[in-house]
Every structure is written in C-alpha cells, then in structure tokens.
C-alpha cells in the first residue's frame, strides 16, 4: 500500500502482505468502511466506495471481509470516528515523502509519524511541502499472461497515458479521470485479474540511490507502514 508503481515496489509490497497479511487487511477494512460511511453502502453507486473494493481485491482481500466491513459501516458497531490526514516530510538522503492516514486520534498519529521519520533520520515538512513533485495517477497492473498487443490497444484506446511490459506484468498508468474506463474496459476484454488497481501518486521528479541508501529509504516505508493509522506512504526514490 505505498509508493508509486514500480514492479520492484509492488514486489516488496506483497512481500509485506504476506508476512503481514492481516495487518494489511484491517487497513483495507478501515479504507472501505469510511468510503461507504461516506456515501451509498453500494459500490456501483459510491466511487469512493467501488476504488477501495478494486483495491482490496487487488490485494487478495477475501470477499467475505470486504463484504464485512460494508455492513460494518451502515451499522452502529463501530463508534471510531475517522478522518483523512496527510503528512508531507523528507526521509533519508532527501527523498520526498507523503504519507495518507486515517485516523480517530490526530495527536497519536502525528507523533507516530514524526518519530518515525526523526528516528529514520527525516523530518516533516508543512503541507505543500513536497506535494508538488507528486501527479495523481491510476495505477493498473496485470499478469502479462494476456496479448500483449491486445491489452496496449484496449488500454491505450481507452484512455490510457502509458503501457509498459516488465517482468512477464503489464504496467498501466491512466490520468485520474480516465482510471476507470481503462479499467473497465480491460475487465470487457476479459480481463480476470489486477495485481493492483488503484489511484495513487507518482513522483514527477524522483531522487536515485546507491543500496545502501535505498535500503535507509525502504527501511522508513515498512516503518510507517507498519503503524496502524497509516494508509499509503508515497516517496519518490528512483526504484530499478
């Protein structure tokens, strides 16, 4: 849930799905609960709502918990209270670093996040501060076991700004308006699977590394991934 969509970034973020599978799962939870607090309990009819469903099932996320956390949402069993709460900072070496929250206590999350990141050897900015090196971007990516002259087609055909094959997947970035219509457009051509399918942010100006730099970088992501009010943390480290 973080970063911008590199096949090795998307590599190490199954990586930490799976040695962290449930943890990752009660944050899609909580993604999907505001989303249908916010609007329609139905994902046709609640855009905020059909994303965070794409996501979680791009994430594995069982049917029955997605379906879960919709009820729990237009019940009355969960009394939290959530807001959405960006952090703008810069990590090790420079790189630039957004981290998004939900959060019912605004005073714990920020100190989570500033102790991360001054331990890391970062600090936060004030907000703006780093937001301008990131665009809003759909982020698609699917097993290139599909044609590949027929999924660029039907992506680019669609709307589509990029089509790029790495690493036997299919890389697929769309502008924000056109997202969906790339995406459904893949699902009409048959397209059973998304390895990730979300709208996220891309850096426009990205900062390259040494490893052991980037291992620095890597190490502050799992960290703030690892708190429970973080969502998604985007930074801007140049990924091979």
């Not at 090196?133 to 669609?158: K, N």
């Not at 790495?166 to 699902?187: C, G, P, R, S, W």
């Amino acid at each position: 849930m973080s970063g911008h969509s590199k096949w090795a970034t998307i590599h190490r973020k199954k990586g930490l799905l799976d040695a962290a599978r449930g943890k990752v799962f009660q944050k899609l939870a909580k993604e999907i609960m505001v989303a249908a607090k916010g609007g329609s309990p139905d994902p046709q009819t609640n855009a905020a709502l059909r994303l965070a469903v794409d996501k979680a099932k791009a994430q594995n996320m069982p049917k029955d918990n997605i379906q879960k956390a919709i009820e729990k949402a237009t019940g009355t069993t969960d009394g939290a209270n959530y807001e959405n709460v960006r952090y703008e900072g810069y990590g090790p070496n420079g790189v630039a670093f957004m981290v998004d929250c939900l959060t019912d206590n605004r005073n714990r999350t920020a100190s989570q996040v500033r102790s991360s990141f001054t331990k890391a050897g970062g600090n936060l900015g004030t907000d703006g501060s780093v937001s301008y090196m990131f665009e809003r971007r759909g982020s698609i990516v699917i097993p290139g076991e599909y044609d590949e002259e027929e999924m660029m087609m039907t992506a680019l055909d669609a709307g589509a700004l990029d089509f790029e094959p790495v690493d036997n997947t299919y890389i697929i970035t769309t502008a924000q308006d056109t997202f969906t219509a790339v995406k459904e457009a893949l699902e009409n051509a048959n397209v059973k699977e998304f390895l990730e399918c979300e709208l996220t942010y891309i850096p426009n100006m990205e900062v390259e590394l040494d490893e052991e730099a980037s291992e620095k970088v890597h190490n502050l992501v799992e960290t703030l991934e690892d708190l429970d009010d973080v969502q998604d943390v985007y930074y801007n480290l140049k990924e091979d």
